[in-house]
């Protein structure tokens, strides 16, 4: 229920209230109300039909869940929507003692309270119902039945999710301005000739192949023999990248329909066998424009001459990244915690460039119940990139 002529609320302690899956109708009243946060650039009616086709995507058109924070006294189809959220089910890695694991995961988005109910409590008691919720929430087909981890991006720093069990994780970006194509020194024009764009269906065939991916259930395994805890990671398949480039390519439809569509979606160096992936964010304010790198994928180096020729490929396809950014009069570049070789490629390209360890925006955060399960309680996030989000 939307109304604004509210009866006398019931306090967030109240045993009164229930935390429940919203009915296809109340998920809607959700939205309705959450756009005024969110919908930016789009009218409610755009925003309603951008939500309802990233709902169909296939990584979150069975796994997603709105929940809503009700009075149990109220009816069904009558109850005021005190707070809601989203929860999206991944796939996900863990590595213990040298055994790796499929496991599965929820991500946790769209947390709201309509401004008017504020302070009341509501949001705290949904995430403490929640917790409890996810716990087992669509776990009855998974070989574990109760979730280990859940993660959340948090936008109002990193305290309040904190004290409901999600913990910060490293939360850093690098910033690299767009740029026009330009002449280039001989070595540099050369590492660009070597680049090449990546379509969708290389995405999937350079980024998300079984090759790929069992690389990284090795990668977890022996950090799980090397040191101690577990080791956890979301599955980084292509689902994934779909969802991203459906929001992209909605906004871009909607918003920008004199420009071809966005069809390529990374780049790649097959020479030095390293790629990344891309989005581009539509936002409403100029700094919200932004191409976002989702993934890097390469192999470590074994030698000097290989680690240079692969930061040399890194900057050639960051620059790259530049060029797509102008082409879309988009205001940076950005991707998250930047290993020590993408940072020595960034410098190749802007000295003044530094590392930003973000406090308020973007949190990864992490809950860990492992421990509840026999597994201790030090867990390690792999692959904290920006695919994750959601």
């Known amino acids: 229920m939307i109304a604004a002529n509210i009866p006398t609320l019931p306090p967030g302690d109240s045993p009164d209230l229930i935390l429940v899956p919203a009915t ?12 005024i946060a969110w919908k930016g650039l789009l009218d409610i009616n755009t925003y309603i039909e951008r939500e309802d086709h990233l709902f169909s995507q296939k990584l979150t058109r069975n796994g997603l869940t709105c929940w809503i924070l009700v009075d149990k006294s109220e009816p069904e189809g009558e109850r005021t929507i005190l ?7 991944k796939k996900a890695l863990l590595a213990h003692s040298g055994k790796v694991e499929d496991v599965s ?15 009341k409590g509501y ?7 929640l917790s409890v919720k996810l716990d087992t929430w669509k776990m009855e087909k998974e070989t574990r039945s109760r979730s280990l981890f859940t993660v959340l991006f948090s936008d109002i720093g990193k305290n309040f999710y904190a004290q409901f069990g999600w913990m910060p994780f490293l939360s850093s970006h690098i910033d690299l301005p767009p740029l026009a194509k330009q002449r280039l020194s001989n070595g540099a024009a050369a590492k660009e000739r070597e680049t090449r764009d990546l379509l969708a269906q290389d995405v999937q065939t350079c980024i998300c192949n079984e090759v790929v991916i069992n690389k990284l259930r090795d990668r977890l395994r022996d950090a799980s023999l090397s040191s101690t805890g ?12 779909v969802w991203h480039w459906a929001r992209e390519e909605f906004f871009a439809k909607r918003l920008m329909p004199q420009h071809s569509p966005p069809v390529i979606k990374g780049a790649g160096n097959d020479q030095a066998r390293v790629y990344c992936s891309w ?6 304010a100029p700094e919200d424009k932004v191409l976002y790198i989702l993934r890097w994928v390469y192999d470590d180096p074994t030698s000097a001459e290989e680690e240079q020729n692969l930061v040399e490929a890194m ?12 082409e879309w009069k988009l205001s940076k570049v950005e991707f998250w915690n930047p290993t020590p070789l993408l940072q ?11 590392v930003v360890h973000r406090e308020k925006s973007s949190i990864s955060s992490l809950r860990w119940t492992g421990a509840e399960q026999g597994l201790g309680d030090d867990v390690e996030w792999f692959l904290n990139e920006k695919y994750t989000w959601c």
């Open 344 to 354: 020595k490629a960034v410098a190749m390209l802007d000295s003044d460039a530094r």
């Open 230 to 241: 577990s080791k956890i990671a979301i599955m980084p398949d292509f689902d994934h990248f």
């Open 279 to 284: 989005t581009r964010n539509f936002g409403e």
């Open 123 to 129: 949001a705290k008691r949904m995430l403490e119902e």
């Open 105 to 119: 995961t929820h991500g946790i988005g769209s947390v709201y309270s309509r401004p008017e109910f504020r302070g």
């Open 83 to 89: 707070s809601s959220c989203e929860t999206y089910q």
């Open 24 to 35: 296809p109708e109340e998920r809607i009243t959700s939205i309705k109300l959450n756009s």
């Open 315 to 326: 900057a050639a396809i960051l620059r790259r990244a530049q060029q797509e950014a102008d």
